[in-house]
T-cell receptor, first 113, second 111 residues
Framework: NAGVTQTPKFQVLKTGQSMTLQCAQDMNHNSMYWYRQDPGMGLRLIYYSASEGTTDKGEVPNGYNVSRLNKREFSLRLESAAPSQTSVYFC????????????FGEGSRLTVL | DAKTTQPNSMESNEEEPVHLPCNHSTISGTDYIHWYRQLPSQGPEYVIHGLTSNVNNRMASLAIAEDRKSSTLILHRATLRDAAVYYCILSGVGSNYQLIWGAGTKLIIKP
């Protein structure tokens, strides 16, 4: 089982460039999430999608957009990257929106110069 | 949102039990207590969660205080592979079931 797959694993951008992080899950989960993790800190929720066709802002949505393409896929887009967006990004999914186990991808390390 | 307080780091010897504490004095009656861990350079992984009663699974045990203002994650026999950052997190209706992550406890296992 692949679980949650993120691409790319590493990316270097220049300030002002755009890019999209891709995430796919093969567990038929309804809910999907994008987090960022800065050094020495816990995860912060950027956006989430409780079900196909819906998206909601998390703690730190500014500078990001998301698309729930279908039940499997949830992408995160940076329209104009800034150095403050240098971070490790994690995608996660779970069966429902309420309590339950979150399954995480391996992370995407983004550096904005 | 209800917050949790954990020690920044803890050390333990290999093959001994480990008790990781978590304080959550502002927990509401419907908040669940979750534990995740994150090994170096990996995504977090689920460990255990509970509401009121103590819980056991193949990875660990969760002991919840009677007033629910604190809990303890118990690793019964630590191995070097258990060295990770352990996060204690609350979620419930008030946070729309989103997990609000703190900095966690870095567990160091000494051989």
């Amino acid at each position: 089982n692949a679980g949650v797959t993120q691409t790319p694993k590493f990316q270097v951008l220049k300030t002002g460039q755009s890019m999209t992080l891709q995430c796919a899950q093969d567990m038929n989960h309804n809910s999907m999430y994008w987090y960022r993790q800065d050094p020495g800190m816990g995860l912060r929720l950027i956006y989430y999608s409780a079900s196909e066709g819906t998206t909601d802002k998390g703690e730190v949505p500014n500078g990001y957009n998301v698309s729930r393409l279908n039940k499997r896929e949830f992408s995160l887009r940076l329209e104009s990257a800034a150095p403050s967006q240098t971070s490790v990004y994690f995608c996660a999914s779970k069966a429902g929106v309420d309590t339950g186990e979150l399954f995480f991808g391996e992370g995407s390390r983004l550096t904005v110069l | 949102d209800a917050k949790t307080t954990q020690p920044n780091s803890m050390e333990s010897n290999e093959e001994e039990p480990v008790h990781l504490p978590c304080n959550h004095s502002t927990i509401s009656g419907t908040d669940y207590i979750h534990w995740y861990r994150q090994l170096p350079s990996q995504g977090p992984e689920y460990v255990i969660h509970g509401l009121t009663s103590n819980v056991n699974n193949r990875m660990a045990s969760l002991a919840i205080a009677e007033d629910r203002k604190s809990s303890t994650l118990i690793l019964h026999r630590a191995t070097l592979r258990d060295a990770a950052v352990y996060y204690c997190i609350l979620s419930g209706v008030g946070s729309n079931y989103q997990l609000i992550w703190g900095a966690g406890t870095k567990l160091i296992i000494k051989p």
